[in-house]
């Protein structure tokens, strides 16, 4: 039996927290190893472990998987997280790029210099109430189902969660005019599996604070 899939990278959200939480809605256990120093960084490198000399990294099923959207995929694949058909997977696809864009944004807004954040937070909300929450509202209207597609779940479902969650730490108000999105979360959190998640004590990491931003500045030499 393959053991635990184990996660490769510093203990914070970064670009590993959306593989945390679709390992954590397929119900699948996980270990972490996290990079502590430059040195632990190097040591991935030097052994080659690191296709591309970065992370995330995930060992998982005899594989050293690096890539985020490639890992993602593979556990939506494997977990029936991506749908039943070629259409299907475009369209989980194609939501979760959109979705991806979005969390980029925020993802990048704590390295922003200090003169710039204001205008970049202006624009994060502007994006998020003009562009992505109405496509995705108008997305469940369209069919009235209780998934973004074939009424089933897929990670599409689950890292639009995520991002809400996460839109909501900026400004909980970017909700209040999207009720099907609304439910949405309701829905997907009430899941046992993502439910155990947003529980404290779990493998959800907190948004980044000073110390976690100078550890991963200090680790990837940002």
């Known amino acids: 039996m393959a053991g635990k899939p184990k996660l490769h990278y510093f203990n914070g959200r970064g670009r590993m927290e959306s593989i945390r939480w679709l390992l954590a809605a397929a119900g699948v256990e996980f270990e972490e190893k996290f990079?502590?120093?430059?040195?632990?960084?190097?040591?991935?490198?030097?052994?080659?472990y690191l296709l591309f000399q970065q992370v995330p990294?995930?060992?998982i099923d005899g594989m050293k998987l690096v890539q985020t959207r490639a890992i993602l995929n593979y556990i939506a694949a494997k977990h029936n997280l991506h749908g039943k058909d070629m259409k299907e997977r475009a369209l989980i696809d194609m939501y979760s790029e959109g979705i991806a864009d979005l969390y980029e944004m925020i993802l990048l807004l704590p390295l922003c210099p200090p003169d710039q954040k204001g205008a970049k937070m202006t624009q994060i909300k502007e994006k998020t109430?003009?562009?992505?929450?109405?496509?995705?509202?108008?997305?469940?209207?369209?069919?009235?189902q209780d998934y973004l597609v074939g009424n089933r779940l897929s990670k599409a479902d689950?890292?639009?969660?995520?991002?809400?969650?996460?839109?909501?730490?900026?400004d909980p108000s970017l909700l209040a005019n999207?009720?099907?999105?609304?439910?949405?979360?309701?829905?997907?959190?009430?899941l046992p599996t993502v439910k155990k998640f947003l529980q404290?004590?779990?493998?959800?990491?907190?948004?980044?604070d000073e110390k976690a931003l100078e550890?991963?500045?200090?680790?990837?030499?940002?």
């Open 35 to 48: 990079l502590e120093t430059p040195e632990d960084l190097e040591k991935l490198r030097n052994d080659g």
């Open 57 to 59: 990294m995930v060992e």
């Open 129 to 144: 109430t003009n562009r992505y929450f109405p496509a995705f509202e108008k997305v469940l209207k369209s069919h009235g």
């Open 158 to 170: 689950i890292h639009l969660v995520e991002l809400i969650y996460t839109v909501e730490e900026i």
């Open 178 to 190: 999207f009720p099907l999105l609304k439910a949405l979360k309701t829905r997907i959190s009430n």
């Open 200 to 208: 404290p004590g779990s493998q959800r990491k907190p948004p980044l």
């Open 215 to 222: 550890q991963a500045r200090k680790i990837f030499k940002i």
